[in-house]
């Protein structure tokens, strides 16, 4: 199976701060149609998760442009560029180029 | 306005079956694949199973290989999982899930199955 590596697994940040997530994978995930399938998932407190990003930089529907996906090949980045109280919770990052689909571990993003 | 509802969660004892059901509503059901997605008490998520808009193709995680079926009725708009031979590390959040362009674009609030005797 991929192994998805998220990294840190928590981070603090002030509001009005920016925030920065790490995914790598143990392979490449350019698929052989030409198009990398990483996307990133917000679980608010309570809540199910919802998508942010798909296809490595692609904004879901209302999704604030706060949010920045950025990466190829093996690693990839979750930008956020100014923190907001909104936005804690724990943040997955996803591939699913490969048989069976897998989630990062998670990361816990709290407000100073 | 898209809704996933998930009923049939429940307590059951090791060994024992349980069959997930997912009503859908507000988009076109026989678009898309649907998945199936849990998340353990305090734990991450984990990708179980998706079924083609016909219900042709399935795919599984190997874990539940053999022990769950993903099925469809698209006359009903509704998304099911059977689960036999349940075991203590199936205990879950399971989430029904829409999938659009190989990302999983509205989850439902989730049913909580416990293995447990």
């Known amino acids: 199976d991929t192994v998805v590596t998220q990294t840190p697994l928590s981070l603090s940040v002030t509001p009005g701060q920016p925030a920065s997530i790490s995914c790598k994978s143990s392979q490449s995930l350019l698929d052989s149609d030409g198009r990398t399938y990483l996307s990133w998932y917000l679980q608010k407190p309570g809540q199910s998760p919802h998508l942010l990003i798909y296809e490595v930089s692609s904004r879901f529907s209302g999704v604030p442009d706060r949010f920045l996906g950025s990466g190829s090949g093996t690693d990839f980045t979750l930008q956020i560029s100014r923190v907001e109280a909104e936005d804690v919770g724990v943040y997955f990052c996803?591939?699913?180029?490969?048989?069976?689909?897998?989630f990062g571990q998670g990361t816990r993003l709290e407000i100073k | 306005e898209v809704q996933l509802v998930e009923s049939g969660g429940g307590l059951v004892q090791p060994g024992g079956s349980l069959r997930l059901s997912c009503t859908a509503s507000g988009f076109s059901f026989t678009c898309c694949w649907m998945t199936w997605v849990r998340q353990a008490p305090g734990k991450g998520l984990e990708w179980v199973a998706h079924i083609s808009q016909d219900g042709r193709s399935t795919y599984y995680v190997d874990s539940v290989k053999g022990r769950f079926t993903i099925s469809r009725d698209n006359a009903k708009n509704s998304l099911f999982l059977q689960m036999d031979s349940l075991r203590a590390e199936d205990t879950s959040v399971y989430y029904c899930?829409?999938?659009?362009?190989?990302?999983?674009?509205?989850w439902g609030q989730g049913t909580l199955v416990t293995v447990s005797s």
């Open positions: 996803m591939q699913a180029t490969y048989l069976p689909f897998t």
């Open positions: 899930v829409k999938y659009l362009s190989r990302a999983l674009d509205y």
